[in-house]
């Protein structure tokens, strides 16, 4: 109980919101997988969950003269350019906007959400997107979590949806929600402009916690609509093509955060081709874009792989 603050008042809400299996279901899984460092989700292993490992990697780096210069890098964040022909995008959603924010980790350091703030008042957006991973820790309390969340989301502007990533308990949902941020947990929304009309779909971590549910995200969008697909990992790939989605924005793999010259990951922690884990790409059809995060996982720092923000243009074919 005093790891997860599973209060009865957050329960109750959460059962409202997403009903009790789903509930029993999330919160199962969350206890079953604490602490866990091989053998759960879709990897054999998880370095999050490895503690030996951030001391390993922070006493290497500055064995190698490259801790500093690696924090400081995880504070100058880019704001990235996306733009993308959707091929039956109606006309009232050309040039529309997307921002992109994912693998926030918020809690990670203190000074993150300030450097989250001063990269958000220089970007202009239609609509909002968290692809998950608001907490530095995969269990555990996740006030601070939220404190430091409220921060950013007094400087977000319009619509805000989110998904939750593997870092992330469903307890935090009726917290994220009351400041703003509309929760997608297997469930799809309608965004209209004028007469015109997209979907919005979202799903639960698909990556360590596999909670996600893609048919009943998406089985009530009509079959000609232009549909988004947030998702935590890009290992949801395959389904989400086959699905029909026309966009897949995702993130997880932090562009493997600590990389060789040429942003050549290490690692990416994430059971799909290399080619899906950073950046925009294209499967049959679907394109997508993984993020590399604006926060960081483990230690706070980053090598050869600076942290993001990203503003998807959408464009008529």
Request: overall charge negative.
């Amino acid at each position: 109980m005093p790891q997860h603050l599973y209060d009865e008042a957050t329960l109750l809400l959460l059962r409202e919101r997403v009903g009790r299996v789903h509930l029993q279901q999330r919160l199962g899984i969350e206890r079953d997988y604490e602490h866990k460092i091989f053998g759960q989700g879709r990897n054999l292993f998880h370095i999050e969950n490895w503690y030996s490992g951030r001391w390993i990697i922070r006493n290497s780096l500055r064995l190698a003269l490259l801790h500093g210069l690696g924090r400081r890098n995880a504070r100058k964040l880019a704001v990235r350019h996306n733009r993308l022909t959707v091929s039956g995008l109606p006309a009232a959603f050309n040039d529309y906007t997307i921002l992109q924010i994912s693998d926030l980790h918020i809690d990670m350091a203190p000074d993150f959400p300030d450097v989250l703030v001063e990269a958000l008042r220089q970007v202009e957006y239609d609509l909002c997107v968290l692809t998950g991973d608001f907490r530095a820790e995969t269990y555990g309390p996740y006030d601070k979590t939220l404190e430091a969340m409220q921060q950013v989301c007094n400087h977000l502007q319009g619509d805000v949806y989110g998904v939750l990533g593997n870092h992330d308990t469903i307890c935090m949902v009726p917290g994220l929600e009351s400041m703003g941020v509309n929760m997608l947990l297997n469930e799809q929304v309608a965004l209209q402009r004028g007469d015109d009309t997209i979907y919005l779909a979202g799903i639960d971590d698909p990556h360590y916690y596999r909670a996600d549910n893609l048919e009943k995200a998406a089985d009530s969008i009509p079959d000609d609509a232009v549909s988004i697909l947030l998702a935590h990992s890009p290992e949801i790939y395959r389904h989400a093509s086959h699905a029909d989605f026309n966009l897949l924005l995702c993130g997880h793999t932090h562009g493997g955060q600590i990389c060789l010259p040429g942003g050549i990951p290490i690692m990416c922690n994430a059971n799909c081709p290399r080619a899906l884990c950073k950046g925009a790409w294209n499967y049959r059809g679907m394109a997508g874009y993984t993020s590399v995060g604006s926060g960081a996982c483990i230690v706070d720092v980053r090598i050869n792989c600076p942290p993001e923000i990203t503003l998807h243009h959408l464009q008529c074919a």
